[in-house]
């Protein structure tokens, strides 16, 4: 396993088609061969460009948002710039690309600042749209994108409550749309097959799983001070979306460092870290009505921090998930760790480092950013930070494994790609909300309880911590007048 060092190795990893459940999506329309969607993109910077690159060269884009137009204006010169370098390639998908982004120069999308705006004007002509904005607008965007009949792709987290989570899991099923959550590392052909090696005993019975992340929370004590100048270009009212109103400050745009508006680590990485484990060991069994004979299971959740911090997120935290018997799963501790949580360090570097390899170089390399050990009675997966590559320790046990591509569980176009064929009629891509939801209610779970000082019983099918009615407040926010799910 090669630690992960850029996009282009990640997008390497992520091999080519998607699940077994059919979408039967009740706004698909019939699609003529090469005929490409309509799509619109709801946040245009930061991981949105990611968007803005790659989505042109597979449908069409007709319609931008962002509530500072300043990005749709990069988006544009991203496209010239595009079409200028690409254009006498000397491979042909290049120059394709170059044609693709010099007609969107030539006929650029509309614009707007407001998706609201945009969902209106484009009812009944948009396929689908692309939310790619900060974390708390996920939820909004999406659902409202959902209710006119249009397929969504969210990037992660999903969003940044419980609550919503849940709301979109209901809205997907109600409006019957194609959706998917951008964890990429779900597409990876290594990700695909370690899920396999996990259900088909190879490790032994699982009973733990630690996942971690080096970077750490903000930990701010108070909200910005001073009123700098807003740009002109920025609508600061459209960028609070659903927030408390509030002075624009720059420093409030650094969402990850507010529980307003962010998730940190939990949602912008253990999305990607824990996303293995959370689907190869079944745990979205938990979020599923049981037999009427049979007693609800309770999750248990745990933790403990640099401090207590409702405004901010501590600077180290370890959160414990304790995770009753599903399926043909026994019961399993999800742990994790983000930032310098003290003896975490020794305790992973254990876990991962290979005794048949002297100073074992890929332990020292995990131990830098971010990955996930999952650990069974006869053996360790030990997977990098999107799970798109993985190895298993003892290596001396395991050397006869394959661990490139999947034997028995389907092939992935590639994860935006999986949701396009679902948007056509073709099949759930793997990551969609009525997956994501559950994947992402449970870390978000974590962020309650960073913010309480004791251990939590949550009702995964009621949507409910039994045991503190303050921790229950917590799993939904109030949203501004407009701006309601």
Same mark, same amino acid.
């Given at each position: 396993m090669n630690a992960i060092s850029n996009r282009r190795e990640f997008l390497a990893a992520a091999g080519a088609v998607g699940w077994v459940i059919l979408s039967n999506s009740k706004s698909a329309r019939s699609y003529q061969a090469n005929e490409r969607l309509n799509l619109g993109?709801?946040?245009?910077?930061?991981?949105g460009t990611w968007f803005v690159?790659?989505?042109?060269?597979?449908?069409?884009?007709?319609?931008l948002c962002d509530v500072d137009t300043e990005k749709m204006s990069a988006a544009q010169r991203r496209w010239q710039q595009g079409a200028d370098r690409l254009a006498h390639s000397t491979h042909d998908w290049e120059r394709r690309a170059a044609e693709r982004y010099r007609r969107l120069t030539e006929q650029p999308p509309e614009q707007y600042q407001d998706f609201?705006?945009?969902?209106d004007a484009w009812q009944g002509r948009l396929d689908g749209v692309v939310v790619s904005t900060p974390d708390h607008t996920h939820a909004v965007a999406s659902a409202a994108a959902i209710r006119a009949g249009m397929h969504v792709f969210c990037e992660k987290p999903l969003t940044r409550?419980?609550?919503?989570?849940?709301?979109l899991r209901e809205l997907a099923r109600k409006y019957r749309v194609a959706t998917c959550m951008g964890n990429q590392g779900t597409a990876a052909g290594p990700f695909r097959r370690a899920l396999e090696l996990i259900r088909n005993g190879t490790i032994g019975e699982i009973r733990e799983v630690h996942v971690w992340n080096t970077g750490h929370g903000a930990d701010r004590q108070q909200g910005p001070a001073g009123q700098p100048p807003k740009p002109e270009t920025l609508d600061w009212d459209l960028w609070l979306g659903p927030a408390a109103d509030r002075p624009y400050h720059p420093d409030w745009m650094r969402r990850n460092q507010w529980r307003d508006f962010g998730t940190c680590q939990l949602g912008n990485w253990a999305s990607h870290t824990a996303n293995l484990a959370f689907m190869a060991l079944k745990v979205q069994q938990l979020w599923l009505e049981p037999a009427q004979d049979a007693q609800r299971p309770l999750l248990r959740i745990s933790a403990d921090s640099s401090g207590i911090n409702q405004l901010s997120f501590p600077?180290?935290?370890?959160?414990?998930?304790?995770?009753?018997? +599903?399926a043909e799963f026994p019961p399993i501790v999800?742990?994790?760790?983000? *930032? !310098?949580? %003290?003896?975490?360090?020794?305790?992973?570097?254990?876990?991962?480092t290979d005794p048949g390899i002297p100073g074992?170089?890929?332990?020292?390399?995990?131990?830098k950013f971010a990955g996930a050990a999952i650990v069974g009675t006869q053996g360790i997966i030990h997977s990098t930070g999107h799970n798109a590559t993985f190895r298993l320790i003892p290596a001396a046990d395991f050397q006869d494994i394959d661990r490139r591509r999947p034997q028995q569980v389907d092939p992935? +176009?590639?994860?935006?790609?999986?949701?396009?064929?679902?948007?056509?009629? *073709? !099949?759930? %891509?793997?990551?969609?909300?009525d997956y994501a939801s559950a994947l992402n209610e449970l870390l978000m779970l974590g962020n309650i309880a960073t913010q309480v000082d004791q251990t939590l019983e949550y009702d995964p099918v009621a949507m409910r911590i039994t045991n503190s009615a303050d921790a229950d407040a917590l799993l939904s926010c109030e949203y501004r007048s407009g701006w309601e799910l």
């Open positions: 993109l709801i946040g245009c910077g930061g991981r690159d790659t989505l042109p060269r597979m449908e069409n884009i007709v319609a609201r705006k945009m969902l409550t419980v609550h919503e989570s849940r709301a600077r180290w935290e370890h959160v414990q998930w304790e995770i009753p018997a +599903r999800f742990q994790w760790y983000k *930032g !310098p949580v %003290p003896q975490a360090h020794e305790k992973i570097e254990a876990l991962i074992d170089p890929e332990a020292v390399e995990g131990l992935s +176009r590639g994860h935006e790609q999986d949701w396009l064929l679902a948007c056509r009629g *073709g !099949p759930s %891509p793997w990551s969609d909300f």
